[in-house]
T-cell receptor, first 113, second 116 residues
Framework: KAGVTQTPRYLIKTRGQQVTLSCSPI?????VSWYQQTPGQGLQFLFE???????NKGNFPGRFSGRQFSNSRSEMNVSTLELGDSALYLC????????????FGPGTRLTVL | AQSVTQLDSQVPVFEEAPVELRCNYS??????LFWYVQYPNQGLQLLLK??????LVESINGFEAEFNKSQTSFHLRKPSVHISDTAEYFC??????????????FGQGTILTVHP
């Protein structure tokens, strides 16, 4: 099985712009979670989608949003970018089950100038 | 809510020496525990997990971790490290039963550097 894929791998934007990141989960996985990784804050949970519905959300401002499509692919969007949004954005997919064994993609490195 | 504390931000060690990476957690409910490893410019890879049963869990590449409920710890150990083990290691927890809906709570990470 192919692993979790994320596109693009690297992205450079300027303050005030918006960005969309994409995540394709492992085939058959219906849950997709997103995380932000920074040197200062570490790994922080953004949100999780299952069957096109957001089931959980972390403590991030409304500028961070996401969605999931019927094929389980997910996108996250960040509007009005700030310098502090520079980070590695990781998505993870999970098979159905009662525990959250998550399989991570390689991440998208976002740099905001 | 859960929290995870990794007690060492960096651990330098010589090749073939033993190593222990420490992880403590706090939770009002029972949890599942995980160790993930991250190599430079890559995502996270699951190293091992504790769900239930034997408190000692092992990975295929020689790491092991022991769940200690009374001390709320899940320390990672390896009796003899290799240069290739150089990476950042993350401890993570999630409540049992899948009620956290996709949320893993991570520690701050421990950078393991293996010197020749």
């Amino acid at each position: 099985k192919a692993g979790v894929t994320q596109t693009p791998r690297y992205l450079i934007k300027t303050r005030g712009q918006q960005v969309t990141l994409s995540c394709s989960p492992i085939s058959g996985h219906r849950s997709v979670s997103w995380y932000q990784q920074t040197p200062g804050q570490g790994l922080q949970f953004l949100f999780e989608y299952f069957s096109e519905t957001q089931r959980n959300k972390g403590n991030f401002p409304g500028r961070f949003s996401g969605r999931q499509f019927s094929n389980s692919r997910s996108e996250m969007n960040v509007s009005t970018l700030e310098l502090g949004d520079s980070a590695l954005y990781l998505c993870a997919s999970t098979a159905s089950g009662d525990y959250n064994e998550q399989f991570f993609g390689p991440g998208t490195r976002l740099t905001v100038l | 809510a859960q929290s995870v504390t990794q007690l060492d931000s960096q651990v330098p060690v010589f090749e073939e020496a033993p190593v222990e990476l420490r992880c403590n957690y706090s939770s009002s409910v029972s949890v599942y525990l995980f160790w993930y490893v991250q190599y430079p410019n890559q995502g996270l890879q699951l190293l091992l997990k504790y769900l239930s049963g034997s408190t000692l869990v092992e990975s295929i590449n020689g790491f092991e971790a022991e769940f200690n409920k009374s001390q709320t710890s899940f320390h990672l150990r390896k009796p003899s490290v290799h240069i290739s083990d150089t990476a950042e290691y993350f401890c993570a927890v999630t409540p049992e039963g899948g009620t956290s809906y996709g949320k893993l709570t991570f520690g701050q990470g421990t950078i393991l550097t293996v010197h020749p």
